[in-house]
């Protein structure tokens, strides 16, 4: 099998923009997890778009739109990134996608430390705004994060805008100040979060968020853009 070469694998893993690296500290360590938790390396790490297989024990990364493949070593705490997407579906014939925090090495290995993002409906998507915004999605209601605004779409309902701003952030949680027509906090708590996607297969989502509109909860998933 053909091991995808450094200068390739380096143009599949986008670099975090000012934004993204600014917001990425807000993804390091979950609650319980020490404080040298290897996910604080996500604030300076990149994110990796593509299909992950399994084959025996060994975890296959292929990038969106290439047809390399590179050996996966999971370096998040007790390998749980590894742990969460098997018990999502990942299985032998049963690829999955994935978004995942990492480097590449020249020896034809992706170091994977965090989880954005992952979905059983294992096709690349559209590529994503590199923004380092948020988005989040709840039963029948979505929340985009981009350039300084938010915009709440709810089914058979006009779309809802207004700026936002950070209150707080640290390690594992984030306080956004929604105002305008929202006029609405916004908290994002780092845990693991199931929901499904318009294809009716589950996807996992490192975030959950939990929106209040005029004394209305909005309870979903959150993950960055």
């Given at each position: 099998?053909?091991?995808?070469?450094?200068?390739?694998?380096?143009?599949?893993?986008?670099?975090?923009?000012?934004?993204?690296?600014?917001?990425?500290?807000?993804?390091?360590?979950?609650?319980?997890?020490?404080?040298?938790d290897?996910?604080?390396?996500?604030a300076?790490?990149?994110?990796?778009?593509?299909?992950i297989?399994?084959?025996?024990?060994?975890?296959?990364?292929?990038?969106?739109?290439?047809?390399?493949?590179?050996?996966?070593?999971?370096?998040?705490?007790?390998?749980?990134?590894?742990t969460?997407?098997?018990?999502?579906g990942?299985?032998?014939?049963?690829?999955i996608?994935?978004?995942?925090?990492?480097?590449?090495?020249?020896?034809?290995?992706?170091?994977?430390?965090?989880?954005?993002?992952?979905?059983?409906?294992?096709?690349?998507?559209?590529?994503?705004?590199?923004?380092?915004?948020?988005?989040?999605a709840?039963?029948?209601?979505?929340?985009?994060?981009f350039?300084?605004?938010?915009?709440?779409?709810?089914?058979?309902?006009?779309?809802?805008?207004g700026?936002?701003?950070?209150?707080?952030?640290?390690?594992?949680?984030?306080?956004?100040?929604?105002?305008?027509?929202?006029?609405?906090?916004?908290?994002?708590k780092?845990?693991?979060?199931?929901?499904?996607?318009?294809?009716?297969?589950?996807?996992l989502?490192a975030?959950?968020?939990?929106l209040?509109v005029?004394?209305?909860?909005?309870?979903?998933?959150?993950?960055?853009?």
């Amino acid at each position: 099998m053909p091991f995808l070469r450094h200068t390739l694998l380096s143009l599949c893993l986008a670099a975090a923009t000012s934004g993204l690296a600014a917001a990425d500290n807000t993804a390091a360590a979950a609650p319980t997890a020490p404080a040298a938790d290897s996910r604080a390396a996500t604030a300076a790490g990149k994110v990796a778009r593509g299909l992950i297989l399994q084959s025996q024990e060994r975890l296959i990364f292929t990038p969106c739109r290439d047809r390399n493949y590179v050996n996966i070593e999971d370096l998040s705490p007790n390998a749980e990134v590894t742990t969460q997407l098997k018990a999502l579906g990942l299985a032998e014939g049963t690829p999955i996608y994935a978004e995942v925090f990492g480097e590449a090495e020249g020896n034809g290995i992706l170091r994977m430390r965090a989880l954005n993002f992952a979905s059983l409906d294992a096709r690349c998507y559209a590529p994503r705004r590199s923004t380092g915004e948020w988005r989040a999605a709840g039963k029948d209601w979505s929340l985009t994060l981009f350039e300084n605004q938010g915009t709440l779409q709810q089914s058979n309902q006009p779309d809802v805008s207004g700026e936002y701003a950070v209150n707080a952030q640290d390690d594992n949680s984030v306080n956004i100040a929604l105002g305008g027509q929202l006029n609405a906090p916004l908290r994002l708590k780092r845990q693991n979060c199931r929901s499904t996607g318009d294809s009716g297969k589950p996807r996992l989502q490192a975030w959950h968020a939990e929106l209040t509109v005029k004394g209305k909860k909005y309870e979903g998933c959150a993950w960055r853009q």
